[in-house]
């Protein structure tokens, strides 16, 4: 199933795709926003600029889906929401990452993989603790 992509989030789409992780910042009182929208909650200004975040975070969150089973995506299926910064947080899968050893808090780097020529997404991998 491919998410769909509207005026308001289109670009955010086409940054993927060249490998960028971004976001929104206002351009009136530099608030950082994500998802992505036309107005900002702060100001209401509709002035933005795009915003690069860094390809790494930290899980605030976890679920295991294991039904109802959707056609095309893998069970268990592991879904994080990312802290990533300036207050972003981000929905993602993983990726080569075993559902036992989330954990809330553990960091994560973040990978754009291409699931499909016309798509790419973020994917959140576990980093290696020691
Ligand atoms: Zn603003």
């Not at 976001?23 to 998802?35: E, I, L, M, N």
């Not at 899968?93 to 973020?122: F, M, R, Y």
């Amino acid at each position: 199933p491919r998410p769909a992509t509207t005026h308001d989030n289109g670009w955010w789409f086409d940054a993927l795709k060249e490998g960028r992780l971004v976001a929104q910042r206002c351009a009136d009182c530099g608030r950082v926003r994500f998802p992505t929208g036309p107005m900002c909650p702060s100001c209401h200004s509709l002035g933005w600029q795009e915003h690069t975040l860094p390809m790494e975070g930290t899980i605030h969150s976890f679920v295991v889906a294991h039904y109802p089973p959707v056609p095309s995506f893998d069970y268990p299926l592991p879904i994080v929401l990312v802290d990533i910064a300036d207050g972003v947080r981000m929905v993602m899968n993983t990726v080569g990452s075993e559902p036992a050893s989330l954990a809330i808090g553990a960091p994560v780097t973040i990978e754009i993989i291409a699931t499909d020529p016309e798509l790419s997404l973020p994917f959140a991998r576990l980093k290696e603790t020691s």
